[in-house]
């Protein structure tokens, strides 16, 4: 397995989590400025207090930007940006309501 699929996996495995946890405290996180408020602390976001969601989603953000700089530094920005764009495309298609 190649590092750049090793990395695609970490994120969307991350994301995927981040995202579950967002809808939970019900946070906007894919507005702008969203993502860089949760990673301030600023619980005003959270529509739903749940604090252990709320800490949870705060450190997988924080570990997604750990996971990107590593792969940018590993891959290249390019490669890592491609690696950020597939992790959300595949959370949006599983978090989507599927069709019946």
Request: glycine fraction near 4%; proline fraction near 3%; include cysteine.
């Amino acid at each position: 397995m190649s590092t750049f699929e090793n990395f695609n996996q970490e994120l969307a495995a991350i994301d995927l989590e981040i995202a579950r946890l967002a809808q939970l405290c019900d946070v906007p996180l894919l507005q702008p400025g969203v993502a860089e408020a949760v990673l301030r602390g600023d619980t005003s976001l959270c529509n739903q207090r749940n604090e252990i969601a709320w800490q949870k989603m705060r450190g997988l953000l924080v570990l997604h930007y750990h996971v990107v700089q590593e792969a940018a530094a590993t891959d290249g920005v390019e490669a890592a940006a491609e690696s950020v764009r597939l992790a959300l495309l595949s959370v949006q298609e599983r978090m989507r309501p599927k069709q019946q």
